[in-house]
T-cell receptor, first 111, second 113 residues
């Protein structure tokens, strides 16, 4: 029973296109929402993170949108590049420092 | 060179044997975590520790045990009670407060033979 629901499981996008990954949660104790990027055979690495009092955060081509009332948040990858091909995980941290992950989305960017 | 180190990278275990995975960090982080990664299921939390000599069960703790005797070390033992132990295991650490980044090791791939 995943505490953070993530979709889609995989997506394919053309170079220059937009990749969108969605996540939802129920636990109102979650207070910080990071996104991680993972390449095959490697550990995940932090990409971007947001607090629930912020509705949007942008870092380069990566943007998080956050809807606190709906308990949903999403990652947008603008101008997708082949080097962005990886698995992306949304995550959430509660006030006991428990870090829970979504199931992951495998993004493939076609040149 | 600061970081989090997992060893070994690959591990083979016979059925019925216990095996211990090592995780060491020199980042002076308070919190440490163990995750299991299976295809299509993302990262599932096994155990986590906020401070030395204290740890909590995650979502899939059955068949696993941990210890936190030192701040820099958080070994995971996969016991014979774990019925399906073949997986990729990831260790992470963070400063432990809210809004802090978790750093991951490179993982240990455990295979039961």
């Amino acid at each position: 029973q995943q505490q953070v629901k993530q979709s889609p499981q995989s997506l394919i996008v053309q170079k220059g296109g937009i990749s969108i990954i969605n996540c939802a949660y129920e636990n109102t104790a979650f207070d910080y929402f990071p996104w991680y990027q993972q390449f095959p055979g490697k550990g995940p690495a932090l990409l971007i993170a947001i607090r629930p009092d912020v509705s949007e955060k942008k870092e380069g081509r990566f943007t998080i949108s956050f809807n606190k009332s709906a308990k949903q948040f999403s990652l947008h990858i603008m101008d997708s590049q082949p080097g962005d091909s990886a698995t992306y995980f949304c995550a959430a941290i509660d006030n006991d420092y428990k870090l829970s992950f979504g199931a992951g989305t495998t993004v493939t960017v076609r040149a | 060179d600061g970081g989090i180190t997992q060893s070994p990278k690959y591990l083979f275990r016979k059925e019925g044997q216990n095996v211990t995975l090592s995780c060491e960090q020199n980042l002076n982080h308070d919190a440490m975590y163990w995750y299991r990664q299976d295809p299509g299921q993302g990262l599932r939390l096994i155990y986590y520790s906020q401070i030395v000599n204290d740890f909590q069960k995650g979502d899939i703790a059955e068949g696993y045990s941990v210890s936190r005797e030192k701040k820099e070390s958080f070994p995971l033992t996969v016991t014979s009670a774990q019925k399906n132990p073949t997986a990729f295991y990831l260790c992470a650490s963070s400063m432990g407060g809210m809004n802090t980044e978790a750093f991951f090791g490179q993982g240990t791939r455990l295979t039961v033979v």
